[in-house]
């Protein structure tokens, strides 16, 4: 039966490697194998062992020659053998040196790898897995490590296959949670293959969790020094992610039977805090994954999870876990920066939709006396002025959080944005701690006009919408805020609206320094001043007579629209901030009510044409990624050099890609914002369609405010004809600006 067999994958070796070798490796391997299994001298069988593990360590040829005929002999050996520890050492780690991939020259990428074949094999073996567990009991140090090192690379690759074995086998989790406490080196490698086990594997997480595996798991962290431990430590992290990743019930052992106090540890800074390795780095990742996990509750499909993630939340806090996070996110100035990116992330799970943690966050002060600030205002600072993309985007998470269905709080935040005097509010932000909430807000919603000075506008105009969402009187309140221009020479105070549709022409019309157009780099200052205005426009008449009330925002909203140098997304947005002035129109003056606006659509763009613009909004890559960019990476060995080391986009790169939307725009957006434009998408079609069906009659001829009023003087009726012209100026002198942006950008370079 063997020799039929080994005649069965005779010539293997020769198809993959070629014939003349492989004839010879084949031969080669059998001899080996036939000296093993049928040899009469201890001593020689041991030595062909041992030649045979050497060969098959270095040669691919020998790995898969050995594959095909020493797979049962082997495992004849640890069955038949167990008396004679070198043989069976010697078997064991021929089937390490069998499992492991050689890479000493680059193949072909379709090329046969050894190594997954031999895998296969021995995973198939009906009796290879309750045997190498029966070996985890053997007194022999290399017997339980080699035993180890197998059962980690059978999972690696055929790891369903075996979680599915081992089920069946009685005591066999057992055997493999008893490494744990282990002499260090097997206890590490029972980690690892624990690791692999335990992944998507709700019945053997359960298994291993009744066996004792977060006393286990703490006490092996605590012993490796905690955040400042070893590789290790981020092993163990693993494995209890694993374990509650989508568990709820393990989650509720984990919180009532060992505490929240050895985790709540991990996150504490000790020693050097200004010193971070780059594995202290992942450790602390791993612990704030494991933290994000328990405010997660569970997976989406179990009924108890949002019970569940609410009692997590509450144990944390009260573990005061905010404090710790606030330290890693915030106040460390030394913290890399992919940890303080989890860690406001971590801060934004805590707070969404928790009244008290709102509160918590909100009274939170940060600093030393004289010099402390509230929270909030110490990450707004951190969303103005961080040159990390990323860090950004996690800051600006915990502001999305904290208005969300938290109409105090907006209300509180837009309480504070007062205007201040230009001189004032366009003092060194770094330089006065001091400031308010909205005079920092303020501040960077106007702080100028060159490209550096809109990407800290756009920042805030993000914050701004935040507070602005689904809260009329918060609307209505900013609606009242007007910018001190410059110098009192170059106008009248304007409202802040208007500010922020200046700056998006200007971000339209920057230039490169080459000459190109750089949308790429300025589509994200662009999607996000449009956000704010879709937001601010959506169920507010009086934000829409505002953005009306300067004619030229009308021109040049329909320029966006059709401008085909433009992304997809900005012209799509600058569709739907076209539509809201239609469907929350209330204006009855000729030039700005509901009728005039789908007139100038159609005369201008086209019904046909300007509805295709919402059809490929929806098409585009950042509309299809935004749910995709939310969803949550497990960390593991494999990923986690990568996630620690957070590398922003570089513009240089976008300037070569034309008409593309900046790839960090999928995680600025969220998945409300993209469903709540769906919805207003299909309820513009409706009303411009319904509008259009039936065209108002034009009876005005003259403008109304030239028209003298019943009973008005001629000096009244004179001052006031006067002011009419003089708006009128102002707004030809608006004009100017935005609609010949490229004429504004020759004056602007001349200035500065």
């Known amino acids: 039966m063997k020799m039929d067999l080994m005649s069965g994958y005779k010539g293997v070796v020769g198809l993959v490697f070629g014939n003349e070798n492989s004839s010879n490796e084949d031969r080669y391997v059998e001899r080996l194998l036939d000296r093993i299994n049928n040899g009469k001298l201890p001593d020689d069988r041991r030595n062909a062992i041992t030649e045979l593990q050497a060969v098959v360590s270095e040669n691919k040829a020998f790995q898969l020659a050995f594959g095909a005929m020493g797979l049962p002999i082997i495992l004849g050996v640890l069955k038949e053998e167990r008396h004679d520890v070198e043989m069976v050492r010697g078997a064991l780690e021929t089937l390490v040196s069998a499992l ?124 490796e020094g905690n955040s400042d431990g070893g590789v290790v430590v981020q092993d163990c992290l693993e494995l209890l992610n694993n374990l509650i990743r989508t568990n709820a019930s393990n989650q509720v052992l984990l919180r009532e039977t060992i505490g929240l106090d050895s985790l709540i540890l991990i996150l504490k800074l000790r020693g050097s805090s200004y010193s971070f390795t780059q594995q202290k780095t992942i450790n602390l990742l791993s612990a704030l994954e494991t933290i994000k996990l328990l405010l997660k509750g569970g997976s989406e499909s179990d009924p108890g999870k949002d019970a569940n993630k609410k009692t997590n939340k509450a144990a944390l806090v009260q573990k005061k876990v905010l404090d710790s996070l606030l330290i890693l996110g915030v106040e460390s100035q030394w913290v890399p920066v992919p940890v303080r990116c989890e860690a406001l992330r971590c801060i934004g799970d805590l707070i969404a939709g928790d009244s008290k943690n709102l509160d918590l966050l909100a009274s939170k002060v940060l600093g030393e006396e004289p010099q402390v600030e509230p929270a909030l205002n110490s990450i707004l600072r951190i969303i103005l002025r961080s040159s990390s993309m990323q860090e950004f985007i996690a ?30 509010n366009h003092s060194f932000l770094e330089e006065d701690v001091n400031m308010s909430f909205g005079s920092m807000l303020l501040h960077g919603l106007t702080l100028g006009e060159n490209d550096g000075d809109l990407e800290t506008c756009s920042r805030a105009a993000s914050v701004l919408s935040h507070i602005l969402k689904d809260n009329l009187q918060c609307k209505e309140r900013v609606l009242r805020i007007e910018i001190e221009a410059p110098m009192q020479s170059l106008g009248a105070p304007e409202p802040l609206m208007h500010r922020m549709v200046k700056y998006l022409a200007i971000a339209s019309s920057m230039k490169s320094k080459d000459g190109k157009s750089n949308a790429s780099g300025n589509s994200y200052v662009q999607a996000i001043i449009l956000k704010l205005l879709v937001t601010w426009l959506a169920d507010c008449p009086n934000a829409v007579n505002c953005f009306l009330d300067a004619r030229p925002h009308l021109t040049y909203l329909l320029e966006l629209v059709s401008n085909l140098s433009e992304t997809v997304c900005i012209r799509g947005f600058a569709a739907v901030v076209l539509g809201e002035c239609v469907i929350y129109n209330k204006s009855t003056d000729n030039g700005k009510d509901a009728f005039a606006i789908v007139d100038i659509i159609s005369q201008k763009i086209g019904l046909s044409s300007y509805f295709l613009k919402f059809d490929e909004m929806h098409k585009s890559f950042v509309f299809a990624n935004v749910e995709s960019s939310l969803t949550h990476r497990s960390f593991s060995r494999s990923s986690a050099a990568s996630m620690a080391d957070i590398q922003d986009v570089d513009e240089n790169d976008l300037s070569e890609k034309k008409n593309m939307d900046h790839p960090n725009l999928s995680s600025i957006l969220d998945s409300y914002f993209v469903n709540f434009v769906k919805r207003l998408e299909a309820n513009i079609r409706e009303q411009i369609v319904e509008v259009y069906s039936r065209p108002k009659t034009k009876v005005a001829v003259v403008p109304e405010e030239i028209e003298q009023k019943k009973g008005e003087s001629e000096v009244e009726y004179i001052k006031r004809l006067k002011a009419f012209i003089e708006k009128q100026h102002t707004e030809i002198q608006v004009s100017f600006i935005l609609v010949n942006s490229s004429s504004y950008m020759y004056i602007y370079e001349d200035k500065s």
Not at 112 to 124: C, E, F, G, I, K
Not at 400 to 416: H, I, R, V, Y
């Open 395 to 424: 800051a600006d998470y915990v502001f999305k959080n904290f208005c969300e269905q938290n109409t105090d709080g907006q209300a509180m935040l837009a309480s504070t944005l007062i205007p201040q005097p230009y001189s004032m």
């Open 100 to 223: 492991t991939p050689i890479n000493h020259s680059k193949g072909s990428s379709n090329e046969v790898q050894p190594d997954l074949m031999n895998t296969d094999l021995l995973s198939r073996e009906e009796e290879s897995i309750p045997l190498l567990l029966s070996l985890l009991e053997e007194d022999d140090f290399y017997v339980r490590y080699y035993t180890l090192q197998i059962l980690t690379a059978l999972l690696s690759n055929s790891r369903q296959r075996l979680q599915e074995t081992i089920l069946t086998i009685p005591r066999g989790i057992t055997r493999l949670m008893d490494m744990l406490m282990d002499r260090e080196v097997i206890r590490n490698e029972a980690l690892l293959l624990l690791t692999h086990l335990t992944r998507e594997a709700e019945e053997i997480q359960k298994i291993v969790v009744f066996e004792g595996a977060y006393e286990k798991i703490f006490s092996i962290i605590r012993e």
